[in-house]
T-cell receptor, first 112, second 113 residues
Framework: KAGVTQTPRYLIKTRGQQVTLSCSPI?????VSWYQQTPGQGLQFLFE???????NKGNFPGRFSGRQFSNSRSEMNVSTLELGDSALYLC???????????FGDGTRLSIL | GNSVTQMEGPVTLSEEAFLTINCTYT??????LFWYVQYPGEGLQLLLK?????DKGSNKGFEATYRKETTSFHLEKGSVQVSDSAVYFC????????????FGTGTRLKVLA
């Protein structure tokens, strides 16, 4: 069974640009969560989607947004990038959200 | 609010030594508890879980027991290997929002041959 797939693995952007990250969950999983991992703040919850609906959102500015498609694939968008957005962005999936989450290898975003 | 506190690292051990990584939590409800491991350049892998008080999660020689009275979920392994070198994260999910995990800061483990 294929795991959670995140693309791309690495991204380099400059301040002010926008970026879109993609996540394909494990087949059959309908819940997709996104986390930001930084050395200073650790792992922080961004948002979660289930059946194309955002059920919860963490404490991040509106520049961070996401969506989920009917096939459960999810995208995360960050607009007007700032240096502090440099991080490893992790996606996790589970069947319905109440079961243990399975994580992808992440997308490492570097802002110059 | 909910929170997870892990012991500071790094933890450096010799091969075959006993490992304990402490984890305590604060939660309003009855959370599920998890240990995840992260190897360099990779995402998080679920190591073990426990969903209610006194449950013992175990996997690959690692164990942790859900202690409600002490609000703890300490990770233990009787004999570590060099391949266990990684960062270990304790996490909880609270029933009202089970898909929103709260993570500890992580503990780096280095095992020397």
């Amino acid at each position: 069974k294929a795991g959670v797939t995140q693309t791309p693995r690495y991204l380099i952007k400059t301040r002010g640009q926008q970026v879109t990250l993609s996540c394909s969950p494990i087949s059959g999983h309908r819940s997709v969560s996104w986390y930001q991992q930084t050395p200073g703040q650790g792992l922080q919850f961004l948002f979660e989607y289930f059946s194309e609906t955002q059920r919860n959102k963490g404490n991040f500015p509106g520049r961070f947004s996401g969506r989920q498609f009917s096939n459960s694939r999810s995208e995360m968008n960050v607009s007007t990038l700032e240096l502090g957005d440099s991080a490893l962005y992790l996606c996790a999936s589970s069947p319905e959200g109440s079961q243990p989450q399975h994580f992808g290898d992440g997308t490492r975003l570097s802002i110059l | 609010g909910n929170s997870v506190t892990q012991m500071e690292g790094p933890v450096t051990l010799s091969e075959e030594a006993f490992l304990t990584i402490n984890c305590t939590y604060t939660a309003t409800g009855y959370p599920s508890l998890f240990w995840y491991v992260q190897y360099p350049g990779e995402g998080l892998q679920l190591l073990l879980k426990a969903t209610k008080a006194d449950d013992k999660g175990s996997n690959k020689g690692f164990e942790a027991t859900y202690r409600k009275e002490t609000t703890s979920f300490h990770l233990e392994k009787g004999s570590v290997q060099v391949s266990d070198s990684a960062v270990y994260f304790c996490a909880l999910s609270d029933p009202p929002v089970p898909y929103k995990y709260i993570f500890g800061t992580g503990t780096r483990l280095k095992v020397l041959a």
